[in-house]
């Protein structure tokens, strides 16, 4: 089975510039959720979605961060415009609907803003 | 918002020896997860945690659910250097599938 998979895997980007991340859940999973990784703040959530709507975007920085999934086997998060700061790795986890919800996580998308 | 503390930050032991990390939160959680992640990957889920004063294993990993639902702990028997890496609790307050707050990692570095 194949697991959470993220593109890309590296992206480097001016600030300024308009940043798309993609995410595809494991098969069969419900919740679809962002986190970003930094070495000062460690692993927070930004968003999840349960069957393609968005349940929590408390965790979404600002208004230049959007996140959509407009069908159950594809998200995405978009930065516009992108600032340094937003430097990080970025990650997709997804769980299933029933059972005992334990997330899996992707291989992380690393965004350097220069 | 919810904090997990998790210690120690890092840890250097000789291989064979045994590893103890654990988490402590302010409030109470309603599960544990443990999680391992390697150098340019995302997180891999160890063990996970639902019920207080729970004892779980996966091979020479044992995770504990703390009485008090306010703490977990992990422990790695007998390490190996395949065991490096920077290891994770996360937590959940809610009893669906909210999200995760995760504590800062124990960097685990082995001296063969």
């Known amino acids: 089975d194949a697991g959470v998979i993220q593109s890309p895997r590296h992206e480097v980007t001016e600030m300024g510039q308009e940043v798309t991340l993609r995410c595809k859940p494991i098969?069969?999973?419900?919740?679809l959720f962002w986190y970003r990784q930094t070495m000062m703040r460690g692993l927070e959530l930004l968003i999840y979605?349960?069957?393609?709507?968005?349940?929590?975007d408390s965790g979404m920085p600002e208004d230049r961060f959007s996140a959509k999934m407009p069908n159950a086997s594809f998200s995405t998060l978009k930065i516009q415009p992108s600032e340094p700061r937003d430097s990080a790795v970025y990650f997709c986890?997804?769980?299933?609907?029933?059972?005992?919800?334990?997330?899996?996580f992707g291989p992380g998308t690393r965004l350097t803003v220069t | 918002g919810q904090q997990l503390n998790q210690s120690p930050q890092s840890m250097f032991i000789q291989e064979g020896e045994d590893v103890s990390m654990n988490c402590t939160s302010s409030s109470i959680f309603n599960t544990w997860l443990w999680y391992k992640q390697d150098p340019g990957e995302g997180p891999v889920l160890l063990i996970a945690l639902y019920k207080a004063g729970e004892l779980t294993s996966n091979g020479r990993l044992t995770a504990q659910f703390g009485i008090t639902r306010k703490d977990s702990f992990l422990n790695i028997s007998a390490s190996i250097p395949s065991d490096v890496g920077i290891y994770f609790c996360?937590?959940?307050?809610?009893?669906?599938?909210?999200?995760?707050?995760f504590g800062k990692g124990t960097h685990l570095i082995i001296q063969p």
């Open positions: 979605f349960n069957n393609n709507v968005p349940i929590d």
């Open positions: 986890a997804s769980s299933p609907q029933t059972g005992r919800y334990e997330q899996y």
């Open positions: 996360a937590g959940r307050e809610g009893g669906g599938a909210d999200g995760l707050t």
């Open positions: 098969s069969g999973h419900d919740y």
